[in-house]
């Protein structure tokens, strides 16, 4: 069996949720943290190194949103082909 997998990441997104759409010098009235659409990564990556690339890939946010804050955040998601 040739199954491989690929690695698709999503972020948070500021959204401006006020219904009048007010921003004052880059900040809104109201706004909410989203996450985006599922995006691909990383493709065709073997069962045997699935694992390790994931725990990659989550170290590596780890590191991101202890310098830049919750904005950084990403999820991860390994699916098969």
């Not at 004052?24 to 990564?41: A, I, K, M, P, R």
């Amino acid at each position: 069996m040739n199954e491989t997998f690929d690695i698709y990441t999503r972020r948070l997104q500021l959204v401006n949720t006020d219904p009048l759409r007010r921003c004052y010098n880059g900040c809104h009235f109201s706004s909410d943290l989203v996450w985006t659409n599922w995006e691909l990564l990383e493709p065709n990556i073997k069962p045997d190194r699935i694992k390790r690339r994931l725990e990659f890939w989550k170290e590596l946010n780890d590191y991101a949103v202890s310098q830049r804050g919750k904005s950084a955040k990403l999820e991860f998601e390994s699916i098969a082909r």
